[in-house]
């Protein structure tokens, strides 16, 4: 019976062994997350913003890496969506993000200062008619480089081809300012890479 109980604690003490080795040989799992994600990939759109893509982020598209200098929040009402400054390329771009429904509509737009169209003509830009598809006031607060106040009050009219393939937008931040236009082309999430921004310092 002794020589029973020795053999078996003995066994004991190499299995124990056994399955210390084998625990302290296993890879551990890094708490560092292992490189930058993608803020549009789908399972984080909800969580899509500011905090992700803001001041210092990156947007790779076309082959070129854009920075962003600057990021507009847009309120009207319960909707809420974003601009945000890009540059990199010939000329800076404005890149909009909208959660429509669970669907996120993204648009590259240019500022085109060699368009001197006002609202009510008629709506026909480099030989392209549009007609007006929404219009409408929100509030605004703004970060980073993007040439306006901190916050403010702004009109919009927003226009598009016959199949959105275009877009026309009208946009107006003070009741005495010029209309600004801008011609823009939807993207898809599948064709942009996007660093988030770098979290803010601390105090």
Not at 136 to 143: D, H, I, K, L, M
């Amino acid at each position: 019976m002794g020589t029973l109980l020795v053999v078996l604690a003995a066994v004991l003490f190499v299995a124990s062994i056994v399955v210390l080795v084998i625990a302290l040989r296993r890879p551990k799992k890094s708490a560092q997350p292992g490189g930058r994600s993608d803020p549009l990939s789908f399972n984080s759109m909800p969580q899509f913003g500011p905090r992700q893509l803001g001041p210092g982020a990156i947007v790779s598209h076309g082959g070129i890496d854009y920075v962003v200098r600057g990021s507009v929040t847009f309120r009207e009402g319960p909707f809420v969506w974003w601009e945000h400054l890009l540059e990199g390329g010939d000329q800076p771009i404005w890149f909009s993000v909208e959660d429509d429904d669970g669907r996120l509509e993204l648009v590259m737009w240019v500022t085109r200062k060699d368009v001197t169209l006002q609202p009510g003509e008629q709506y026909v830009v480099d030989g392209v008619p549009f007609h007006e598809a929404e219009r409408g006031r929100a509030s605004y607060t703004s970060e980073g480089t993007t040439g306006l106040p901190a916050g403010g009050e702004m009109e919009f009219i927003d226009c598009a081809n016959a199949d959105e393939s275009v877009l026309l937008s009208f946009e107006r931040y003070a009741p005495d300012m010029p209309w600004e236009v801008s011609t823009g082309k939807p993207v898809l999430p599948g064709e942009l890479t996007v660093y988030p921004a770098p979290p803010p310092s601390a105090p």
